[in-house]
């Protein structure tokens, strides 16, 4: 008999985090790989952060904290979800956990009974599915068109939607596509929302204020507040303020559900780290502008991206609204042969080979639940992205 829980069985690997290991594997034997499979900025935590943590370790801020994170921090947590987008939730409505995967986690956990459904527009954040497997629940993927932008339309939402639907997700920008939803978007979702008043939302806002070109992302509860009572609204520090090792997620719920996420994060990991609230709250509270210089920068870096990537024979790739990933088709490569003579049948074939031929890191599709496709990461230095999409451009001739 094995030790290991059969639930465990039912859900795999982070696709992601196989690929980076597999890249990091190479580079350990001296190949050169050029890593695009992350989803983490290449910026330093900015020093005004980091010295909030040093003075949180000098003043003997090492204790443990209240589960759902400190009062000065969900504070500030309340205060930034009203400036950024308007949204009125009190501290007690907070919870700050260990990264916006145990918000999500959370979420999932403390609501899903056995069988109950989950809508999740795809490509999706790969860890979607499986959390929701995990609490028991059933993903309902729903395979969003490149033709509307990867996002999600009214009618799609409607046709999915069953007696046992308990939760819609919504991920805006989007992991992988970078596809962001504006008021005008999401108006008809919550149109279909507010006709089925059983459905929750979880909107996860990760990205939010990485978008280009002037856009504007916006979030259910902003546009139609009657959707609050069944809303959680998840942010982090993580993207927009490159703080991923610190371990910062949070959301605003309902106290219902947040009491219930509390209740659950009391039992697994408590509080997270007292340190990283320090920094979190001067990440939410002070100087904004790094922001702003780091969107001009991954802008650029977009744009390169998307263009050389279409100079690749047989790739397309859009130019996404927001985040920091490009989701190109290699459908036309699929059938072929590689220059090293692997044939690739699969989107998994195709960044395999190109990542031990090439040395470029990428994720297939198939780990967002939409094949034929990959994803990019553009979160590193200009000139490693330029040599990447010259090698990834090599590789595409190179196929017959």
Known sequence: MSIVADR???????????????ARELKAQGRNIISLSAGEPDFRTPDNIARAAMKAIEDGQTRYTDVAGTPVLRKAVAERFRLDSGLDYTPEEIIVSTGGKQVIYNAMMASLNPGDEAIIPAPCWVSYPDIVTLAEGVPVIVPCRRENGFKLTAEELEAAITPRTKWVFLNSPCNPTGAAYSAEDLRPLCDVLLRHPH?????????AKLTYDGFRPATFVEVEPLLRSRTVTMNGVSKAYAMTGWRIGFSGAPVELTKAMNKLQGQST?????????AAVEALTGPQ?????????????RDLVVDMLNEAEGLECDKPEGAFYVFPSVKKCLGKTSPGGRKLETDEDFVTALLEEEGVAAVHGSAFMYPDYMRISYATDTESLR????RIQRFCKGLI
């Open 387 to 390: 040599e990447a999409c010259t």
């Open 289 to 301: 502008d790094f922001i702003g210089e780091m969107v001009k920068t991954y802008q650029a870096r």
């Open 270 to 278: 408590s509080n997270t780290c007292s340190i990283a609230q320090a």
């Open 199 to 207: 459905v929750w939302i979880f909107t996860d806002d990760i990205y």
């Open 8 to 22: 465990l069985n039912r859900i795999s690997p982070s696709q992601t985090i196989v690929i980076s290991t597999k």
